[in-house]
Each structure stands twice: as structure tokens, then as C-alpha cells.
């Protein structure tokens, strides 16, 4: 299996533009999650999905965050308008059903808002 | 509530030594423990996973931690550090209930002299 898929893999942009992060997890998977990691607050859970069905989306930090998933081979987290402080690294992971699950993280998207 | 707590935000050591990390938890009950790891520019990838079975879990690249019930801890260790280890660690726990919802410590960074 090729593992999770996020892209792009880096991303600039400028204040106010729209970003549209996107992610395959793996086939197969019941879950999907967003995470955002900066150096100020670490690793942060945005949103999570279970069958494509929003659980928790208590983390998302305003309403210029949007997430959605269409299809178990797809999601994508979109900012809009993005603002400097989005500028960081957000990560999709996908697992299996089960608190003991493991959950396997995609490479990342590197995001800076100028 | 589940909550984990990171010892030592760095550690330092040399290549040929023993690696400890520190991690205690905080869980209302027998817990789902996981270590991960994020080499720079890097996803986050699954060292090991304490999932109830034997105390003394075993992991990639030589690494093992143990569960501590007493302690309310999971500590990494390596008997011989190399110098590809050099990157961040994560302990994380699994939130209880049904879902997969993952509280991550706030990391140790462990850098490996020559």
C-alpha cells in the first residue's frame, strides 16, 4: 500500500487567498483525521471522520476552516481566507476501527501564509 | 480524562549510549500507549504500541518501552544510540470509548553527538 497521500507537499500563499489541502488515506480505513503541528502548540486533532461522517471537529479553530470527505478515498481541509498564522504543518492520518488501531500519518502539507 | 506528560522536552546523548525518554499518562483505566516518531521534514511514523498484552513492548530500529501500571508510565529506551535516531518522539494515548482519538504528548527532542 502506498500509505497515506497529502498534497501538495509544500504550499505557499498570500493573506486572504483560499488553500485547499487534500489527502488519501489508506484503502481500507474506517477513520480519518486532520492534525495541525506548530512550534507554539505542538500537535493539535482538528477533525476526525468515521465513515466519512464528521465525529469531532472541535479542534477546528474558526470558521474559516472547512473540512470535508466525499468518499472513503477522500478529504480535504480548506482555509478560507487563510491569515499568517495558519502558517504550519498540517497532517492527515487514517486508521481502522479500534482504540488500539494504529493510526498512519501522511507526510504533511507545509503551509505559509505571507 | 486521558492526558500524557513528556519528562524532558530534549534529551541529549552519545552515539554508543542508552537512550531513556520519559513519559507518564494519565488514564481512568488500562490505557492504549503508542511512541512515534518525526525525523525533521518528516510524517510522524509508529515506533511501538502498548495495547494490554505483554508489559514489555518491543519496537522498530531496537527501540522497547515498558508499562508501568504503578508508575502510570511508558518510557522508551535503547541500549545504543545511533546517530540516524536524532529526531522528535511522541508519546501519545489513546482516548477511551470506541473512537481512535489520540492525545499526544508534547514531544522530546532527542539529538545524538559523534
Known amino acids: 500500500d502506498a500509505g497515506v497521500i497529502q498534497s501538495p507537499r509544500h504550499e505557499v500563499t498570500e493573506m486572504g487567498q483560499e488553500v485547499t489541502l487534500r489527502c488519501k488515506p489508506i484503502?481500507?480505513?474506517?477513520?480519518l483525521f486532520w492534525y495541525r503541528q506548530t512550534m507554539m502548540r505542538g500537535l493539535e486533532l482538528l477533525i476526525y471522520f468515521n465513515n466519512n461522517v464528521p465525529i469531532d471537529d472541535s479542534g477546528m479553530p474558526e470558521d474559516r476552516f472547512s473540512a470535508k470527505m466525499p468518499n472513503a478515498s477522500f478529504s480535504t481541509l480548506k482555509i478560507q481566507p487563510s491569515e499568517p498564522r495558519d502558517s504550519a504543518v498540517y497532517f492527515c492520518?487514517?486508521?481502522?476501527?479500534?482504540?488500539?488501531?494504529?493510526?498512519?500519518f501522511g507526510p504533511g502539507t507545509r503551509l505559509l501564509v505571507l | 480524562a486521558q492526558s500524557v506528560t513528556q519528562l524532558d522536552s530534549h534529551v541529549s546523548v552519545s552515539e554508543g549510549t542508552p537512550v531513556l525518554l520519559r513519559c507518564n499518562y494519565s488514564?481512568?483505566?488500562?490505557?492504549?500507549l503508542f511512541w512515534y516518531v518525526q525525523h525533521p521534514n518528516k510524517g510522524l511514523q509508529l515506533l511501538l504500541k502498548y495495547t494490554s498484552a505483554a508489559t514489555l513492548v518491543k519496537g522498530i530500529n531496537g527501540f522497547e518501552a515498558e508499562f508501568k501500571k504503578s508508575e502510570t508510565s511508558f518510557h522508551l529506551t535503547k541500549p545504543s544510540a545511533h546517530m540516524s535516531d536524532a529526531a522528535e518522539y511522541f508519546c501519545v494515548v489513546s482516548l477511551s470509548g470506541g473512537y481512535n482519538k489520540l492525545i499526544f504528548g508534547a514531544g522530546t527532542r532527542l539529538a545524538v553527538h559523534p
Open positions: 484503502s481500507g480505513h474506517d477513520y
Open positions: 488514564s481512568s483505566y488500562s490505557p492504549s
Open positions: 492520518a487514517s486508521s481502522r476501527a479500534g482504540r488500539e488501531e494504529t493510526q498512519y
